[in-house]
């Protein structure tokens, strides 16, 4: 059972991404799954969260309105897009679901 996110990378400001976090040994539909950040110094803060009920979504407000989260069930995976990224959005992306979590993907903004 594991969580494995991917799609992270170099980018310069104002370019997107997309984020995965894939499944493996469960499936995601049936849970909650959250999208934390953790930047150079400080601590670990979740950014984006989907809800297993209803798919109700949630996003802190330094990303509202820049960052969507969806599930796509026929991968078993959960994206997040990150769209018009900026300098304060370089960190390490990690996924969680229940009591895992994923190695973490690098996102790094600068031009």
């Known amino acids: 059972v594991q969580v494995v996110e991917s799609g992270g990378g170099l980018v310069q400001p104002g370019e997107s991404l997309r984020l995965s976090c894939a499944a493996f040994g469960f499936t995601l539909d049936y849970y909650r799954v959250g999208w934390f950040r953790q930047a150079p110094g400080k601590e670990r803060e979740e950014i984006s969260c989907i809800d297993s009920v209803d798919d109700t979504t949630y996003y802190a407000e330094s990303v509202r309105g820049r960052f969507t989260i969806y599930r796509d069930n026929a991968k078993n995976t959960v994206y997040l897009q990150i769209n018009t990224l900026k300098p304060e959005d370089t960190a390490v992306y990690y996924c969680?679901?229940?009591?895992?979590w994923g190695q973490g993907t690098q996102v790094t903004v600068s031009s």
């Open positions: 969680n679901v229940y009591k895992y």
